[in-house]
């Protein structure tokens, strides 16, 4: 268990650091706000996230790795009932919590309390690599909540649950990255995964589409569920990104923190 965090961590930091290399070099949109005061309460903000889940590690043992071997060892789950081979059980756990957190992504734009926590992550007025790891620490305990229950139903073992983990960590890194690709490969890619392009429509100002776009990792869910939307409508250097904060707000620690109890 010791090694699956050092694991993580090292995939994490290492993909960070490829991606905010990345998009220094190759820029798609200018920056609208200070660099600094936004990474400072990104990172801050993914650091309490990540607190809040170590605290919540204390009553649910290493969380969603910890209960996939808690099922394995009581026979729970979907997985644990079946025979099929280890291969094929690990595809189809990766699939299914993939979608499982698109469908988690659409209802937070859907239900109002949900909302609330999630517009932290969308209030951020520029979009780059810790846009990915902004998110409310209590959107991350429920989201945590969710996976761990999921992962009772289903009974993957421990390495896909590891593995879906750092699939989804690392393209929501890279589909947050500022990163200009050629169209010719942002088209190629988007038939599987999210690019930027494709998760920056979900950044706009506007309902109809920020409310697009849900995927993080695999574009599939979203065209399957008829909720995608190719291109911005005012162009990606010309849209706009966040919510109607357009002020320094959303670069502030303790603004973004207090965002979703704050009447506005
Ligand atoms: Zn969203
Ligand atoms: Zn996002």
Redesign the pocket.
Known sequence: MEHETVIRLSVFLGLFTLFAVAEAIRPRRARVAPRSSRWVTNWGISILSTLTLRAFAFVVPALAVGAALDARAEGWGLFNTLDWPVWVEMVAAILILDFAIWAQ?LI??KVPVLWRL??V??ADRDMDVTTAIRFHPVEIGLSMGLKIGLVYLLGPSALAVILFEIILNGTAMFNHANLRLPLAIDRIVRLVLVTPDMHRV??SVHRHE?DSN?GFSLSIWDRLFRTYIAQPAAGHSEMTVGLRWQDDRPARLGWSLRLPFTRV
């Open positions: 992504h937070t734009h999630h517009r992550h969308h979900h950044h920020h849900y």
